[in-house]
């Protein structure tokens, strides 16, 4: 079958379909908001990262996939309660991204999902109110619970922080975790490569994005794909 770029792509493992098989998976977009990765963001090195790799159309391939076999889409944004309630004052990052306006008022333009990647409707948009990682900062551990999802597959935005903060909580809360490895970076582009291959695969499995939409769209044999999970 075709890649996302039309070209012949090999078909994934029978690990890979079992990891993330409707039933069970679901996809964390992870910060894929306006006013992070976006035209007008407030991040724009790392809005850079992502056209240089042409992330948006990647996460777009994921997603238009998961909603064809029925898997769970959640859009995990960044959001500020109003006058800044209880936002984190504890940390550089934090400081940074207030020094570039980054005031992710609900309901603004710089919280919604980039206009490529919906929300569709069956999407959900989970909006954090704290901390680095959905999986404390929102109700996201426990609705994935509750709907029997085992594994999270994690795009997005950034290999700096947010997503091996995401990755490791996943991981210690006993989710199989898939990095799609083309559908995250970070800053730099080279730097973010090396979180994913020296760190984020000795506890995630890692795969493409063609690998992952072949999982749920292939028929017939499989031939490897690269798991980092080492079971």
Known sequence: MPD?????????????????????????????????????????????????IGLIGQVAAVLRAARTAGVTVVHCTAENLPGGLGVNRNAR??????????????????????????PEPGDVVLPRLHGLSPMTGSPLDNLLRNDGVTTVVVVGV????????????????????????????????????????????????????????AAWTSTGTPSPAVDGSGA
């Open 93 to 118: 990052v934090f400081a940074a991204a207030r020094k570039a306006g980054l005031e992710n008022a609900p309901g603004s333009d710089s919280v919604r999902p980039v206009p490529e990647l919906g």
């Open 4 to 52: 996302t770029a039309g070209r012949p792509t090999r078909r994934p493992t029978g690990r890979l379909a079992q990891l993330v098989a409707p039933s069970h998976a679901a996809v964390l977009v992870q910060e894929m908001q306006r006013g992070v990765v976006g035209a007008a963001s407030g991040l724009p090195a790392l809005a850079e990262a992502g056209h240089a």
């Open 158 to 213: 950034s290999l700096n922080v947010a997503i091996p903060n995401l990755v490791f909580d996943a991981v210690n809360r006993s989710y199989q975790v898939v990095v799609v490895s083309d559908a995250v970076v970070g800053v730099p582009v080279e730097y973010g490569r090396q979180v994913v291959a020296n760190s984020l695969s000795l506890v995630a499995t890692v795969a493409s994005t063609d690998e992952v939409v």
